[in-house]
């Protein structure tokens, strides 16, 4: 077979060629620091390395969100410990204004106070986050969750939701509380049941909030209070909305005596009038500043005579266990706030750690053996100055150099 001087000069040129490719393939891999930058490089290396540099992003959103979640939860862990020192300094002036000593103008006075009081917990019902969204608002954290309406009640925007974050591969954090659960869901009374006094009583009986014992039978009872015209005796007969008598009539009333019925318990003190009557209603739901201003309602125009304090004592008893309910549903959200805290903190420790070891794999896949490329790197020039001193010999070769 013969070679002529073009297919010579072809082969010395593809060679050098070559050689040059591989010298400026390895020159990169060592200005870079990468022995996989390419697919072509390693294809099998490249499909797994973008999968490994998915999950890295994945997981340091993960983290990112963490952050967010943290935040959010340490601004509202604070706007909770407001609102139990507001409701507890609320609670400490309804205990004063119920003393019997007070005046119309210093429960005026207290009023005054308890209206600021509302006025800065509706301020902290619509507090907001470190991105200006609603705090309370459920999943609806654009919305100002409270607001009052000319009527004076109170109308709520956000919804029962919980935004959540993802914050692991299987995990979601909720980073807020309803609006609802935190300020609405609360029962009034004792969380059982509720007592009222008739707007129409005389005399200065005054109900106990009551306890539930017993099998709770829920409905609404009367209990009323009959004097006798002879002997001036009181008794009591206690009846439910369908008129079914459940304590006879002429029963004798002593004050503070246990009155009980269907699993309720509670206790008149006083002297009810003739005619006098307390209602017993199951507990329904009732937003805290509904009431508080209920409260401030009774609190004002009363003018310190003996009625005026039995119904401001009957409107306190009422005003108490809704207090302490609220009080522990915000110590209770508060401590899931706690709980959730601790659980970013746990699952950022997991993801720092995936972090790391996706980072240990990846950097064994990708990144540049420098001993081994140093001296693939020497070979390489090696290999190339051989083959153009090759070429220089290769390419004076010709018939006519010889005749």
Same mark, same amino acid.
């Given at each position: 077979m013969r070679v002529s001087t073009n297919q010579l000069q072809d082969v010395a040129i593809n060679s050098i060629l070559d050689q040059q490719s591989k010298l400026s393939n390895t020159q990169r891999q060592i200005s870079t620091g990468e022995r996989v930058s390419r697919p072509s490089d390693d294809p099998v290396g490249a499909a797994r390395i973008i999968?490994?540099?998915?999950?890295?992003?994945?997981?340091?959103?993960?983290?990112?969100?963490?952050?967010? +979640?943290?935040a959010r939860l340490t601004i509202e862990e604070g706007v909770l410990d407001g609102i139990g020192d507001t409701l507890q300094r609320v609670r400490e002036l309804a205990i004063q204004a119920n003393n019997a000593s007070q005046t119309p103008e210093t429960r005026e006075f207290?009023?005054?106070?308890?209206?600021?009081?509302? #006025?800065q917990l509706l301020g902290m019902a619509n507090a907001r986050d470190n991105n200006n969204e609603f705090l309370f608002a459920?999943?609806?954290?654009?919305?100002?969750?409270?607001?009052?309406? *000319?009527?004076?009640?109170?109308?709520?925007?956000?919804? $029962?939701?919980?935004?959540?974050?993802?914050?692991?591969?299987?995990?979601?954090?909720?980073?807020?509380?309803?609006?609802?659960?935190?300020f609405r869901a609360i029962?009034?009374?004792?969380?059982?049941?509720?007592? #009222? #006094?008739?707007? +129409?009583?005389?005399?200065?009986?005054?109900?106990?909030?009551?306890? #539930?014992?017993?099998?709770?039978?829920?409905?609404?009872?009367?209990?009323?209070f009959a004097r006798d015209p002879f002997d001036d005796s009181v008794s009591y007969t206690v009846t439910d909305a369908a008129g079914t008598v459940l304590i006879p009539p002429g029963t004798p009333y002593a004050s503070g005596d246990a009155i009980v019925f269907n699993g309720v318990q509670t206790a008149i003190e006083g002297e009810p009038a003739d005619g006098d009557s307390f209602i017993v209603a199951p507990a329904v739901n009732q937003d805290i500043f509904t009431t508080i201003e209920d409260y401030i309602h009774a609190l004002r125009g009363?003018?310190?005579?003996?009625?005026?304090?039995?119904?401001?004592?009957?409107?306190?008893?009422?005003?108490?266990?809704?207090?302490?309910?609220?009080?522990?549903?915000?110590?209770?959200?508060?401590?899931? +706030?706690?709980?959730?805290?601790?659980?970013?903190?746990?699952?950022a420790d997991?993801?720092?750690? *995936?972090?790391?070891?996706?980072?240990?794999?990846?950097?064994?896949?990708?990144?540049?053996?420098?001993?081994?490329?140093?001296?693939?790197?020497?070979?390489?020039?090696?290999?190339? $100055? +051989?083959?153009?001193?090759?070429?220089?010999?290769v390419q004076n070769l010709s018939l006519f150099n010889h005749l």
């Open positions: 999968d490994l540099r998915e999950t890295l992003d994945t997981t340091r959103q993960y983290q990112r969100n963490i952050q967010e +979640a943290r207290i009023s005054r106070e308890m209206e600021q009081l509302l #006025e459920g999943s609806l954290t654009a919305f100002k969750p409270f607001s009052r309406r *000319a009527d004076g009640s109170y109308a709520y925007q956000g919804d $029962d939701g919980q935004r959540m974050l993802q914050v692991g591969p299987e995990r979601q954090i909720a980073v807020g509380d309803s609006g609802t659960d935190v029962r009034n009374g004792n969380g059982i049941f509720t007592v #009222e #006094e008739s707007p +129409a009583n005389r005399g200065s009986g005054i109900i106990d909030p009551g306890t #539930e014992t017993g099998n709770y039978i829920p409905g609404i009872y009367t209990i009323t009363l003018d310190g005579d003996s009625p005026g304090n039995v119904k401001l004592a009957n409107a306190t008893n009422r005003l108490l266990p809704a207090l302490d309910l609220a009080m522990e549903r915000i110590v209770e959200i508060r401590a899931n +706030a706690g709980a959730r805290l601790n659980a970013l903190d746990a699952q997991i993801n720092e750690a *995936a972090i790391l070891k996706f980072e240990e794999i990846l950097s064994e896949i990708q990144d540049l053996d420098y001993a081994e490329a140093v001296s693939r790197l020497n070979l390489e020039l090696t290999g190339l $100055d +051989a083959a153009q001193k090759a070429f220089v010999r």
